[in-house]
């Protein structure tokens, strides 16, 4: 959220302006001033912009406002989320909750004052509507849908298959596009052979690709720099190196291939 006064603090622009919609006035200064504590912890702006996408979505669910909500609303946005044709996962409603308990820490903590002055404004004050009986914990390392399950060796081998195939296909054709179908077989098969993430995979680079003294055989792929991986508590992305497993050792002869492919290319 971008403030009109910068260097001036939510609460204290409150005694300055007369809003015509008060109420309205005060939760957006709310998520200000919740978006500037969030900031002051070096969260990044698209984890704090997703979460006060949240708190708005749940006031508009209620149609109350912070100081009016009660446990109640929670659990009827709970089942809301649950019930539709597409009901959220149990890890997205976990996520609802974790947001929404954290707007209302920052909102009942007395050293900003938002109770106060609430109380002054509205004769209410915000309460922590989310306890441990109306919110999901992570109690399991995996939440993902039970009819989802991994490939068997032989669907990766028919997948991978499948899409060598293509690049010869287009080189047969004489078509244009047998590079690019030849880099999407590599990444398909880096992303198994390395245990990425989508984001781990697109933020890789060549010069993430590094040697590993232990095992040299493997020349300059003997492991995998992740720049991008998956952050905890607002964190930013995580750094770590993943090893080239001699099971797969296979896959340094796709990444030399594709190396030599586009460096013939850049040249």
Not at 103 to 128: H, I, K, M, N, V
Request: with cysteine; aromatic share 10%.
């Amino acid at each position: 959220m971008v403030h009109e006064h910068p260097g001036v603090s939510p609460l204290r622009r409150l005694g300055n302006v007369r809003a015509l919609d008060e109420k309205q006035f005060v939760f957006d200064a709310m998520l200000s001033g919740w978006s500037d504590q969030q900031a002051s912890r070096a969260l990044s702006w698209q984890t704090i912009a997703s979460r006060a996408q949240v708190v708005r979505r749940f006031g508009e669910f209620t149609g109350r406002y912070p100081w009016e909500w009660s446990p109640g609303d929670l659990e009827d946005f709970t089942t809301q989320a649950k019930s539709r044709p597409h009901p959220a996962a149990r890890s997205t409603i976990r996520g609802y909750h974790t947001i929404i308990r954290l707007f209302c820490d920052y909102l009942t903590d007395a050293r900003y004052e938002w109770a106060t002055e609430c109380e002054e404004r509205f004769g209410s004050t915000p309460q922590q509507i989310c306890h441990e009986w109306n919110t999901a914990t992570h109690l399991l390392d995996y939440e993902g849908r039970v009819e989802r399950r991994a490939l068997t060796y032989d669907e990766l081998e028919q997948f991978f298959t499948a899409v060598d195939e293509r690049v010869e296909t287009i080189v047969h054709r004489g078509r244009k596009g047998a590079l690019s179908a030849l880099r999407d077989a590599q990444i398909f098969k880096t992303i198994y052979a390395y245990g990425l993430r989508r984001a781990e995979a697109t933020g890789l680079d060549v010069a993430d690709l590094r040697p590993n003294g232990a095992a040299s055989r493997f020349g300059r792929f003997g492991a995998v720099d992740v720049r991008w991986g998956k952050g905890s508590h607002g964190s930013g992305p995580r750094r770590r190196s993943v090893l080239t497993l001699p099971e797969l050792g296979w896959i340094t002869d796709g990444l030399a291939q594709l190396n030599i492919r586009f460096a013939g290319v850049q040249r």
